[in-house]
């Protein structure tokens, strides 16, 4: 199983960027995804999560209103599509996938994936 994190970059306060996760060697539309990022000295926090249809959507309350996240099961990929970006959402961010459904903790996700940096600065 592989989840390849992409889009990250260097945006402006207040910019958009859209992250995008693409997966192999899974039955895509039968895993929940997750989003999860690491900011330098802190721990990994959960950014939000979609279940295996694309019909609920889960986000912490640090991102609600701002992150939307959606999926694409013909093309295996899940979109974090990141709004009104704030400097405190510099972290490397990272996708998961969960059989069992979303859950709202950092453990208990079957796969991982490397992650990509997004940096929030003027």
């Known amino acids: 199983v592989q989840l390849q994190a992409s889009g990250g970059g260097l945006v402006q306060p207040g910019g958009s960027l859209r992250l995008s996760c693409a997966a192999s060697?899974?039955?895509?539309?039968?895993?929940?995804m997750g989003w999860f990022r690491q900011a330098p000295g802190k721990g990994r926090e959960f950014v939000g999560g979609?279940?295996?249809?694309?019909?609920?959507?889960y986000y912490a309350d640090s991102v609600k209103g701002r992150f939307t996240i959606s999926r694409d099961n013909a093309k295996n990929t899940v979109y974090p599509q990141m709004n009104s970006l704030k400097p405190e959402d510099t972290a490397v961010y990272s996708c998961?996938?969960?059989?069992?459904?979303?859950?709202?903790?950092?453990?208990?996700?079957?796969?991982w994936g490397q992650g990509t940096q997004v940096t929030v600065s003027s």
């Open positions: 979609i279940n295996w249809s694309g019909g609920s959507t």
């Open positions: 998961a996938a969960r059989g069992d459904g979303i859950i709202l903790t950092t453990t208990r996700w079957d796969y």
């Open positions: 060697g899974l039955t895509f539309s039968r895993y929940a």
